[in-house]
């Protein structure tokens, strides 16, 4: 299907707000990581990283190698707030590698489930862009990694569900209405039927966080990486198209503006904000952006803070442990003083 | 990630359940998820069957299980953690692993990207499964230039195939 059809909902940013592909990828010539051997793991991360930085690509010396086991532990936290790495890459990080873009666009991770994950990300809704790159960088590595693959079940991974294309699309949604009008239930249920999941902001196992979700096809043999892509984007349309809906319907209702409203007054005033309590006043006030109530605001302000006052990446930006209470004052800090540029609440909502 | 049941040991199974509509997802430690009652999703497949002539034979077992000769694995090692072994384990427990790969899927084969590895056969039959479902495209568009000339190159990969 092509994108044309949703011309009038060309701008999806007010609920897309990223997108990620990711391919996992192994080499023929040693076993998974659950039956790898630190010494052939040690191999394993030497040859993946050589073939990326030793490239002939344009795009090689732009990578660099970290060495997982050498990040502090807020280091290597943040790199998942980040959406950099996947949480299970840094629970073990003993023989682990990664090998990271300059402006931090793909991470390649060694050893994680799979041997090779490479993972693109991008703002907004970029599924096209995001999967040509991430193709780009599998051939490159195909050129010079024999990566295991069988001609009936595709790209072998360790885990059974990854089997085929190995492909991975996800959409990063923020969806608070058909949170608000209860209907996330449902639609994660019927999701499952279409082949895709509906899960929290840190995928696998997680709880979604200010009603930010992430959207995911789950098969991944016997359907090509472009249908697969095409089946999400469809299925992502009519996902912003509901939620607009329920958008429109809910922004009339005075409890919610007041609640809107009340939380951009705390982000502005507040002086101490724990990061469950900040997520979701964000979230509302995001939803406000989105409703039209803060014609001013930049919705990539809000995106932005949403990673920044994660609790390891706080502390990174600032270089130094912090207690959580010194956290919760400098995270309503760097709210405060994000949301102090003039911001002019449009003139239909003074009217009423 | 640690077990969300006892919040100690590795959690190494994820479990989706649908409840009153409402998706709800928990990683548990494998001991949690044997006590809450959810298995390997690889089922209990095959190996049971072993153990019990194993302890019918007091011991004496009818035959070794079969290992992958790569990397070691048993099916049953595979069946206990989700895992598989190595890219040959998929060749040599091709027919044990199907049923589930079925499950998961619901397809068995694969289409999309092939690696430089896969075989000229595949190679063949996947650029003209592209190709065919570009000319639908360019027919549906009438830009007939394109169609012809896809044609011509479907044909001519149909005589090498």
């Known amino acids: 299907m092509s994108e044309n059809k949703y011309t009038a909902l060309k701008d999806v940013s007010d609920v897309v707000i990223s997108t990620r592909i990711r391919f996992a990828r192994n080499l023929r010539d040693y076993p998974f990581p659950c039956r790898l051997s630190d010494e052939n793991k040690r191999k394993v991360a030497s040859v993946v990283k050589s073939a990326v930085l030793d490239g002939h690509s344009a795009i090689s010396g732009r990578f660099q190698y970290i060495q997982m086991s050498e990040l502090t532990q807020e280091e290597a936290v943040s790199l998942v707030e980040r959406h950099l790495v996947s949480p299970e890459f840094i629970s073990d990080r003993q023989g682990r590698g990664l090998l990271l873009l300059d402006d931090e666009s793909v991470s390649i991770m060694i050893n994680e489930e799979d041997h090779v994950r490479i993972q693109v990300i991008n703002k907004g809704m970029s599924l096209e862009s995001t999967y040509d790159l991430a193709d780009k960088i599998d051939t490159l590595l195909d050129e010079q990694l024999d990566f295991a693959f069988n001609d009936k079940l595709g790209y072998l991974t360790q885990c059974p569900t990854n089997i085929g294309t190995g492909m991975r699309a996800s959409l990063m949604l923020h969806l608070p209405s058909l949170k608000e009008s209860g209907a996330m239930g449902k639609i994660s249920s019927s999701l499952s039927k279409l082949g895709l999941v509906i899960r929290g902001m840190y995928g696998e196992g997680t709880e979604p966080k200010g009603a930010i979700y992430q959207l995911s096809n789950q098969v991944t043999l016997g359907i090509s990486e472009q249908e697969a892509i095409n089946n999400l984007r469809d299925i992502a349309y009519q996902l912003v198209t509901q939620e607009r809906a329920a958008r429109e319907a809910l922004a009339k209702n005075i409890n919610i503006q007041d609640k809107v409203y009340r939380s951009y007054g705390i982000l502005q005033y507040a002086k101490l904000l724990n990061n469950e309590e900040c997520m979701q006043l964000l979230s509302n006030v995001r939803f406000g952006v989105e409703a039209g109530f803060f014609s001013e605001m930049d919705i990539q302000t809000i995106n932005r803070l949403l990673i920044e006052i994660q609790p390891a990446t706080l502390m990174k930006n600032i270089g130094k442990k912090l207690t959580p209470q010194e956290r919760d004052r400098i995270r309503a800090e760097l709210v405060r003083t994000a949301l102090m540029q003039p911001q002019v609440p449009s003139s239909h909502r003074l009217e009423e | ?161």
């Not at chain 2, 494998?30 to 007091?58: I, Q, R, V």
């Not at chain 2, 690696?115 to 595949?122: C, I, N």
């Open chain 2, 1 to 161: 990630m640690l077990c969300q049941s006892c919040g100690k040991r590795q959690a190494t199974t994820h479990i989706k359940t649908i409840l009153n509509g409402e998706l709800k997802e928990y990683d548990l430690c494998p001991e949690c998820a044997e006590k809450m009652g959810y298995g390997s999703f690889f089922g209990n497949m095959g190996f049971d069957l072993d153990k019990l002539f194993g302890s019918f034979m007091g011991g004496f077992s009818a035959k070794p299980a079969k290992r992958c000769q790569c990397c070691g694995s048993s099916f049953e090692d595979i069946a206990k953690s989700g895992k598989v072994g190595c890219a040959n384990c998929y060749d040599t427990f091709y027919e044990e692993l199907l049923p589930s790969i079925q499950r998961i899927h619901g397809r068995t084969s694969h289409t999309g990207k092939l690696a430089h590895s896969a075989g000229t056969q595949v190679k063949i039959k996947n650029e003209l499964a592209k190709l065919k479902s570009e000319l639908e495209r360019a027919i549906k568009a009438q830009e007939f230039e394109k169609a012809a000339e896809l044609r011509d190159q479907i044909k001519e990969l149909e005589r090498n195939e």
